[in-house]
């Protein structure tokens, strides 16, 4: 069946750092690939999504780009702020199916 | 604009008792989801319902059962609680697509003692 998998955490960063939370993907076909960000308290959001090979997806200065030929799907920042401290999940559906498969979730801490 | 609204947001249980938790979106969505989250395993799909009417396993479904009241509505009870069922519990709604994400409520923090 499908799978992902996540770098392990937790990750420590200080603010302003390059930020990089490694994702793979086992999968048939062509799934959707998705970054879901979870703040403390709080539920699952959706960050970005890329649904073809070579797309990329980005929002809050966050970028991941499907990578087919890898089966990947990193997670990239330039410059990490505070705020951005919080747990992301790697996850993805498949055709037919919008069940989603998660990750075990990345847990990212930003200090000052 | 409310999303998915799951309530309660905490609860405590005794060993045995039985509890429903609530979910409601106003997304007119078609597809429901019941998920667990615990330390170091990520979410786990529980149940899930393509649409009104209809309900199917998911990768934990021991121990719940689960009912889709309307299109808007879809409930998880757990009929005799076990220290196992400790967990956050995150309702989601969806379109049917799988290009499009899924939206998440904030959680149920359930303690069975």
């Known amino acids: 069946g499908d799978s992902v998998t996540q770098m392990e955490g937790p990750v420590t960063l200080s603010e302003e750092a390059f930020l990089t939370i490694n994702c793979t993907y086992t999968?048939?076909?062509?799934?959707?690939l998705f970054w879901y960000v979870q703040y403390p308290g709080e539920g699952l959001q959706l960050l970005l999504k890329?649904?073809?090979?070579?797309d990329k997806g980005s929002n809050k200065g966050f970028e991941a780009t499907y990578r087919k030929e890898t089966t990947s799907f990193h997670l990239e920042k330039g410059s990490v702020q505070v705020s951005d401290s919080a747990v992301y999940f790697c996850?993805?559906?498949?055709?037919?199916?919008?069940?989603?498969?998660f990750g075990t979730g990345t847990r990212l801490t930003i200090i000052p | 604009n409310a999303g998915v609204t799951q309530t309660p947001k905490f609860q405590v249980l005794k060993t045995g008792q039985s509890m429903t938790l609530q979910c409601a979106q106003d997304?007119?969505?078609?597809?429901m989801y019941w998920y667990r989250q615990d330390p170091g395993m990520g979410l786990r799909l529980i149940y899930y319902?393509?649409?009104?009417?209809?309900?199917d396993k998911g990768e934990v479904p021991n121990g719940y059962n689960v009912s889709r009241l309307n299109k808007r509505e879809f409930s998880l009870r757990l009929e005799s609680a076990a220290p196992s069922q400790t967990s956050v519990y995150f309702c989601?709604?969806?379109?049917?697509?799988?290009?499009?994400?899924?939206?998440f409520g904030d959680g149920t923090r359930l303690s069975i003692l």
């Open positions: 989601a709604s969806s379109e049917q697509d799988t290009n499009q994400p899924q939206h």
């Open positions: 319902s393509a649409s009104e009417g209809t309900t």
């Open positions: 996850a993805l559906t498949n055709f037919g199916n919008e069940k989603l498969t």
């Open positions: 890329a649904t073809k090979a070579d």
């Open positions: 997304m007119n969505h078609n597809s």
């Open positions: 999968a048939t076909g062509y799934p959707s």
